[in-house]
């Protein structure tokens, strides 16, 4: 499974993005995706992972009720919307699929995309 992230830039305070995660392989679909971030001087945090129906959603509280991660498998690609970006929310973002469980565990990640940076100004 490759992963390709897309959406990220540089944003105002307050300001929305989007990001997109387009995964290719022959067993995408089957995979939950999530999202991670990384921001300098810091570890890789969990941000929000969705499970491979769509159906489940999981956040992180730092992000919870501002970020909606959703999924379309018929173009087997997974979404992050971003709204009241905060500058605190600076980082490269990272999308991955795994099978496991807990998704906010980085280590239940199998594929990782090349991440995306995103950079929110006060």
């Known amino acids: 499974v490759q992963l390709v992230e897309s959406g990220g830039g540089l944003v105002q305070a307050g300001g929305s993005l989007r990001l997109s995660c387009a995964a290719s392989g022959r067993t995408a679909g089957t995979y939950a995706l999530g999202w991670f971030r990384q921001a300098p001087g810091l570890e890789r945090e969990f941000v929000a992972a969705?499970?491979?129906?769509?159906?489940?959603?999981y956040y992180a509280d730092s992000v919870k009720v501002r970020f909606t991660i959703s999924r379309d498998n018929a173009k087997n690609t997974v979404y992050l919307q971003m709204n009241n970006l905060k500058p605190e929310d600076t980082a490269v973002y990272y999308c991955?699929?795994?099978?496991?469980?807990?998704?906010?565990?980085?280590?239940?990640?199998?594929?990782w995309g090349q991440g995306t940076q995103v950079t929110v100004s006060s």
């Open positions: 969705i499970n491979w129906a769509g159906v489940s959603t």
């Open positions: 991955a699929a795994g099978l496991s469980r807990p998704y906010s565990d980085s280590r239940s990640y199998v594929y």
